[in-house]
Every structure is written in C-alpha cells, then in structure tokens.
C-alpha cells in the first residue's frame, strides 16, 4: 500500500463523516508554520521575502497545539520556514501525534542528520524533504554547496532508524527532467518510500523568473506523468493528469489552511489577503467564491497541490475510471 493503512483509514473516515453531515468545506491537511526562520535563502521560496518584516517571531508551544485542536484536518504538515529552527519541534510533533493526527514534517533537511538522535519513529510520521534535482542543481537553487550531500546523507540514516520518508520535488521552468528521472533512481535507491512533484508556482512575494506558465507545466508534466508509471508517486494519478493539461478541476483554497506566528493566512497557502485570529473565523469570512482560474488575475497560472489534491479527493466518486485508477495506484 502506498501509505500507511491507518493514514488511508483516518482520512477516509473523516470525509465520509463530513460527506454524511453535508458539510461543505472542510479541511484536509493543516499547514503550521511555527516559525519562518531558515538558514537557506533559495531563489524560489517566497517566504523568507513575504514574512521578511516578522521574521524572527515565532507561534509558542500552547498555540501551535491551540491552532491544531480548533483544525479538524486529520494531517498536520509542520513546515516554515525549517522547522528544525524552532527550538521545541520535538515536543510539538509529539503532542500532535498524541492527538491522534498524522504529521509530515516537511524540511530542507540540512538538520536533519544530527537532528535523528533526538527523534522518535511513529506510525502515523512522516519525514517529508525537499530536494530539487541532483547535486549541483539542488545545491545551485538552494544556494549552498554540499546541500545536497547532507540531504542525501540525512535521507540514509533516517532509513535505516527505520523512518517513512518522501521526499518533495518542484518542477521549475528551466528543470531538467532526464536530470529528474536519474534524481528518482538515486532517490529509491537511498530507500525513500515516495516521491512528491509539483510545478513551481511563483509566490506574489518572490519577483523570481523561475516559475512555470500554465502552457508550461502541460508540457513538462507529459513527461513527468510517464514517470510515475516508473516511480513510487505521492502526488495522485488525477493530480498529474490535471498538470498535463487531461484533466479540469477547480481549486479548493480552504483544503490546505495555513496557520503562521501571524495568523491563519488567508486565503490559500499561495496568497495572503489576511490573517485571521481563529480557523473559524477564516472559514467564514474568507470569501471563497472571489478567489480561482477566471476570478481572481493571481490565479491564473496556479496550478499548486495545495489548492488542487484536496479537490482531488473530493471529486474520487464522480467517475468509475478514477475510483479505478486511485484504488489501484494505492494498492501498488
């Protein structure tokens, strides 16, 4: 099975609850940002620019857990910023776990090697590390030398302390993907159990050309969909058809809330109108219906996971062909 049997069973349990009481909107995954400290500052990430003014504050403890217990998602993805920069990340994702959530830390993983002595295997935790291309390309877009050996090296030995680890890979508009397909060759090999690809979509803060036009992943994603014949995906079959141009779907904005030392940002991880004090407050005055391809000219070229997965899951019934296709990509 692609992921853990009690990840599957937890998330189909709560969609079919809130599917049973007609709920609406609801959360898949909770994105908390307990700190945006980093000690890369990559070409591509917006926010180390977005949050340049409030950089050094940081959520306490209580409200990390406060935040995590008013979002009923039942996955907390704990990012930043590197989040291994936040001194009490050992006792948030154990009092996250205790709730009976499943946590993907997601990290540069420059940390993470000297970071393993101190951290405990669970199973509902999952190490998720960013790695962009092979040595010098990786190195290149994180802006630091030997990046790309730690990584490798951190990915190692969480293997063999007996870890689940993916790692997260963004499709940029100069990418290499025959560089991509022998990055995921040496990735399997070093033992991670997934991968994750998305196109680079350019945050309003990062003023960078690196990111793809819509025409442009289409095109790139032919190509990458072919790989995950080969490859042990993450990102769904229907995810990928959608990026290949296959597949029309319509972004779900609240699918991936995002809760920083600011707020709960609204109205997407992507772009920030407000910041709001409680999650259900965002829920509720965010107005939805303002934001998508056609309404909103930010948009327009997005094509982002986390706007796109969660419609994915929504949308698993409507058609035999995807039931199909997700069962058996899960299966496998």
Not at 76 to 96: D, K, M, S
Not at 133 to 139: A, F, K, R, S, V
Not at 274 to 290: D, G, L, N, S
Request: charged share 25%; proline share 5%; aromatic share 10%.
């Amino acid at each position: 099975m692609r992921f853990p049997l009690c990840l599957n069973y937890d998330l189909t349990t709560y969609i079919i609850r809130n599917k049973i009481k007609k709920v609406e909107k609801y959360p898949l995954v909770m994105v908390l940002e307990p700190t945006h400290l980093c000690n890369l500052t990559c070409s591509g990430c917006g926010r180390i620019r977005e949050y340049a003014d409030s950089i050094q504050e940081m959520m306490t403890l209580t409200e990390c857990l406060q935040s995590v217990d008013e979002c009923p998602a039942p996955v907390v993805n704990i990012t930043g910023g590197e989040p291994f920069l936040y001194p009490q990340l050992r006792e948030l994702v154990a009092e996250v776990l205790n709730r009976g959530k499943h946590v993907f830390l997601c990290t540069n993983g420059l940390l993470l090697e000297d970071a393993l002595d101190d951290m405990r295997q669970h199973p509902n935790f999952i190490l998720n590390i960013h790695v962009d291309g092979l040595e010098d390309t990786h190195d290149r877009i994180l802006e630091r030398k030997g990046a790309f050996k730690s990584v490798l090296s951190g990915i190692r030995k969480a293997k063999e302390r007996g870890f689940r680890v993916c790692t997260n890979t963004t499709i940029f508009k100069e990418t290499d993907l025959v560089e991509i397909e022998m990055l995921f060759r040496q990735l399997e090999e070093a033992g991670v159990d997934g991968v994750l690809v998305a196109p680079g979509f350019g945050y309003e803060a990062s003023g960078e050309k690196l990111f793809n036009e819509r025409r442009d992943i289409e095109r790139k994603f032919v190509d990458v969909y072919e790989m995950s014949k080969k490859h042990r995906f993450y990102s769904t079959p229907m995810y990928l058809r959608f990026l290949k141009g296959e597949k029309n779907l319509a972004c779900t904005p609240w699918g991936y809330p995002t809760r920083n030392p600011l707020g709960w940002k609204a109205p997407c991880y992507q772009i920030t109108d407000t910041h709001y004090r409680t999650f259900a407050e965002m829920m509720h005055t965010t107005e939805w219906e303002k934001y998508g391809v056609g309404k909103d000219s930010r948009c327009a070229q997005c094509m982002a996971q986390c706007g796109f997965e969660p419609t994915v899951i929504n949308e698993i019934g409507k058609s035999w062909r995807d039931i199909l296709e997700m069962l058996i990509w899960n299966m496998t």
